[in-house]
């Protein structure tokens, strides 16, 4: 079975930085993209960041991100099957659960992690 877990999640203040650890495992195939996505309830699931090309050898992964993302958080790889989510200059508004998601090159799949939550709070 394919798991993604994730680590790094917690209390922080505003204005604090966490980062957020995926490492998918149990695949037969290695991942193309990862990303992080973040849901509070009552809401839809919204993409955070993603990274893809994570296998590609000669070009460096693409990145993406949410607008409320951009330049607060990084996504970076860490390691094969690996990603982390760097975030600063956390608000209030960035509570949430926050779920590893990926996809595995060559087959038809979509992989998620079981959350992590992260709260920003005084």
């Known amino acids: 079975q394919v798991q993604l877990v994730e680590s790094g999640g917690g209390l922080v203040p505003p204005g604090g930085n966490l980062k957020l650890s995926c490492s998918a495992s149990?695949?037969?195939?290695?991942?193309?993209?990862m990303g992080w996505y973040r849901q509070v309830p009552g809401k839809q699931r919204e993409l955070v960041a993603t990274?893809?090309?994570?296998?590609?050898?000669?070009?460096?992964?693409?990145t993406n991100y949410a607008t409320f993302a951009e330049g607060r958080f990084t996504i970076a790889k860490d390691g094969r099957n690996s990603v982390s989510l760097q975030m600063g200059s956390l608000n209030p508004g960035d509570t949430a659960v926050y779920y590893c998601?990926?996809?595995?090159?060559?087959?038809?799949?979509?992989?998620w992690g079981q959350g992590t939550q992260v709260t920003v709070s005084s």
């Open positions: 998601w990926a996809e595995p090159r060559r087959i038809s799949a979509q992989y």
């Open positions: 990274m893809t090309d994570l296998s590609n050898r000669a070009n460096r992964p693409k």
């Open positions: 149990g695949s037969g195939f290695d991942m193309w993209a």
